[in-house]
């Protein structure tokens, strides 16, 4: 899904900490340090949970896709390998860094006719443009000529021309993707234009994971893609959720509070340390498809929705979009809640509304106002 070259780090230590490996798959732990479920010296106790987790793993769209579950539920790990391997089926069809997967197939004859495609990546297209209307543009799965274009352009030690920027931008047109629901084929209106899913793919694949233990009665677990596509299943026993830390976006070591969350997905987007500095000026690898050029506003960007595909597309939206955006987003769409950092605001600043939105049935939020971006 992801480029080879591609540095996902920042998004994954936002939430994670750099403690991440080595931290996870024995217990669930007191320290509050990590994301997910973090060990602790087995003579102590923890607070929130007495029992053990089981974890299984496998690399994939440039990443490691990891599942954490009770270990009470020990038969169930059959199952969750088979949930793994079917992250690498989804790779092998979704992947534009495989010359023979299906989405490249699209890619490079969706301008000559239709090309029939299987109905769930079908769907999933079809949801991806609509996400892309519903943010305006901000998320868009068609900005893969954007995003070499600046690679191309980092790699020369330069910054794009106009010229460039916008017949890159021209080519980012998802309204020029012709859909075919009775044949479920699709086509491309002009040539150049192609999808990536870069930005929603790995919530994709979290989500078909989750929906395929859920169908074989596994309910307790914590799946993830990359540690930023994230869906928390049921709880453990005796416990309200699965904890997450939120670190500070420019120091992993920093814990800004805490998500206790169940049933439901998170996306995690962020600029962190991967920028491209010419003549002094530093350019992020997040580029806005609207105008062509990096967002430049936001620090990191976090969604909780109902599904992670969701919370994965409007992270990076939100990300694009900034406090603004994110605050009408929501008014619309109130099954979200969110949290956006923007360089020149507070972090409890970036939290009011993030509380607005949350159904604290499900939800539990503590945080330390004392850090300031």
Known sequence: MNSPDANSSSRREFLIGRSFVDAIGVAFGQTGKTLLPAPHNTNNTSEMFSGQLLKLQRQAMACQFACIWPAEDRSQTALVSDALELIGEL?????????????????????????????????????????????????????????????????????????????AVELCRPDQVSFNHEQQAISFQNAGISFDLGAIGKGYAVDRAVRFLQENNQQSFLFHGGQSSIYAGMAPKNCEGWTLSLNHPLDSKRVLGSLTVSQTGIGVSGAGVQFHTVDGISYGHLIDPRTGWPSTDVLHAVVLAPTAEQADALATALFIGG?????????????????????TNTFKCGFQNFVAGWDHTRFKLNIDDKYRI
């Open 323 to 343: 406090h603004e955006f994110a605050e009408s987003y929501h008014k619309n769409h109130p099954e979200i809640a969110y949290l956006v950092i923007e360089k």
């Open 91 to 167: 790779e092998e069809q979704l992947s534009i860094y495989r010359p023979h997967s299906e989405l490249s197939r699209l890619n490079e004859l969706g301008n000559e006719h239709p090309i029939s495609i299987e109905p769930q990546l079908f769907e999933l297209l079809l949801r991806a443009v609509e996400f892309w209307k519903q943010t305006q543009g901000a998320f868009n799965p068609c900005s893969r000529p954007l995003t070499l274009l600046w690679r191309e352009a980092r790699k020369q030690g330069r910054v794009p021309t106009l010229a460039e920027i916008d017949q």
